[in-house]
């Protein structure tokens, strides 16, 4: 079996995060199938050392700055996160490098005889999550891996990765998403993110809405796990702002930087290349998680923390990938995470007007994110990406905001979004693509921006 025929295969898998009626499959989650799949691999999951991560927002951030932190700390660090943007190998790292062509071929080739049996049992055939979900377990004890990083996919009781017993749990902000599946108010959301948390090992927990600080704080005692809070580590200092924006010679934001304390060490003038206030917030929380490991005896050096910070790489948050117009790619796609963005480019770029260009899933609260956007775009292009039936239609959400905005218009695909963009912006002008992590991942393909290379990630060189 080479790459393409793997990928072939395992896209006959349904798949979860595409699927149009995504928010009525509660029923399908569970984990019998995946600890069946698993048991016939020889539990290759309990052969690792796992930071397990949860939350409804900055999960992928926060998992790898933690990984980041670990590899340049000097183990060998592992990292599963979905989803994809471009490739299904990003969803599969070691040291910052993606799962090769190669092996995803022999892994999935290695899986498919046990997919097959499990497929025909009691319990259903596997998912496409699952499929990777195993794969990266494999690959990850195969490879003999210090440490796995492994984001939730959604939720947490009934997540596939939630077969996992780890050495650090963590939980970032919660927010009102997959309210069908999940809940519909922040203390059942929270119940279920809850249930990662494991006897005796210690949570790193970012701010939360006090109901879902409640259920954490009550199932952590229960389970006697002790908690480090990210607020905690917050040096509050009236005289100097935290965080602080890094500009270059252009005047162009490249960084952020902050000072933060914890019981065992003092990190002052931390940097790194992810803007926001929500990206401090993750910022914290890796610490935070990075506080426990060392509270369970693991040696994370403090230059690792400053190192990896600095050097973490994460494509689709907040990048700028031009400079005249800039373009910034983003894949906000909830109020909150929309009013984090908005607020960010407000306060960060300096611009004459703005252009937003978005797609959303049909799942997503399509009139509280037009109002969100409302307040800080000129101009409006919905879209919608391709092969994807759970997209809402580019129309749709015309006609929905069309009373929001004075200019918005239709275009049928991305690539043609962005050139009417670009054809009409002044070199002052920001553009900003959002609303989904497909679109993202499309515009990296629009403007010819390879994922798998090193250099990369993160801030683009001015173009």
């Not at 800080?376 to 929905?400: G, H, K, S, Y």
């Not at 929001?404 to 670009?422: G, H, N, R, W, Y």
Request: some cysteine; proline content about 5%; overall charge neutral.
């Amino acid at each position: 079996m080479d790459y393409k025929a793997a990928l072939a295969y395992v896209e006959g898998f349904i798949d979860y995060e595409r699927s149009p009626d995504f928010s009525r499959q509660a029923r399908l989650y569970n984990l019998d199938r995946i600890s069946l799949l698993l048991k016939l691999l020889g539990n290759p999951h309990n052969k690792l050392r796992v930071v397990h991560i949860a939350g409804s927002k900055g999960k992928g951030s926060t998992a790898a700055l933690i990984a980041s932190v670990l590899t340049h700390a000097g183990y060998k660090t592992g990292l599963f996160t979905s989803p994809h943007l471009i490739t299904p190998r990003e969803r599969c790292r070691i040291d910052g490098a993606l799962i090769s062509k190669s092996d995803v071929a022999y892994y999935i080739e290695k899986l498919k005889p046990v997919i097959e049996t499990v497929s025909t049992s009691e319990f259903g055939r596997v998912s496409f999550f699952e499929i990777y979900t195993a794969l990266a377990f494999s690959y990850f004890a195969d490879k003999g891996t210090d440490f796995a990083v492994i984001e939730v996919g959604l939720g947490g009781r009934l997540d596939a990765t939630n077969v996992v017993t780890p050495v650090v749990t963590v939980v970032t902000p919660i927010g009102l998403e997959h309210t069908t599946i999940l809940g519909e108010t922040y203390t059942e959301i929270a119940k279920e993110k809850a249930e990662i948390i494991k006897q005796g090992c210690p949570l790193a927990l970012a701010p939360q809405h006090p109901e879902a600080r409640t259920v954490f704080e009550k199932v952590a005692s229960g389970r006697k796990a002790s908690i480090v809070e990210s607020k905690d580590l917050v040096v509050q200092d009236s005289c100097t702002p935290n965080p602080r924006l890094v500009r270059d010679v252009n005047g162009m934001p490249i960084a952020q930087q902050f000072d933060m304390e914890t019981d065992s060490e003092s990190y002052p003038q931390l940097t790194m290349p992810l803007l926001g206030h929500h990206q401090f917030i993750n910022a914290t929380t890796a610490v935070a998680a990075i506080e426990c490991l060392k509270q369970r005896g693991y040696r994370v050096p403090k230059t690792s923390v400053y190192t990896g910070f600095k050097k973490v790489q994460w494509h689709g948050r907040i990048q700028r990938i031009k400079s005249s117009p800039i373009v910034v790619l983003d894949g906000a796609h909830s109020p909150a995470s929309m009013e984090a963005l908005c607020s960010t480019l407000r306060q960060s770029f300096r611009y004459s007007r703005v252009t937003f260009i978005v797609s959303l899933m049909r799942d997503k609260n399509l009139t509280p994110i037009g109002s969100v956007i409302s307040q800080t775009a000129d101009f409006v292009i919905t879209t919608q990406v391709l092969n994807n039936p759970r997209v809402m239609p580019a129309e749709e959400i015309q006609r929905a905001w069309k009373s929001m905005f004075d200019k918005i218009t239709v275009c049928s695909t991305p690539e043609e979004a962005i050139t009417k963009a670009l054809s009409e912006a002044s070199p002052t002008d920001l553009i900003c693509v959002t609303g989904s992590l497909y679109l993202v991942g499309q515009a990296l393909e629009t403007f010819n921006l390879d994922i798998s290379a090193e250099d990369s990630i993160g801030i683009a060189p001015s173009q």
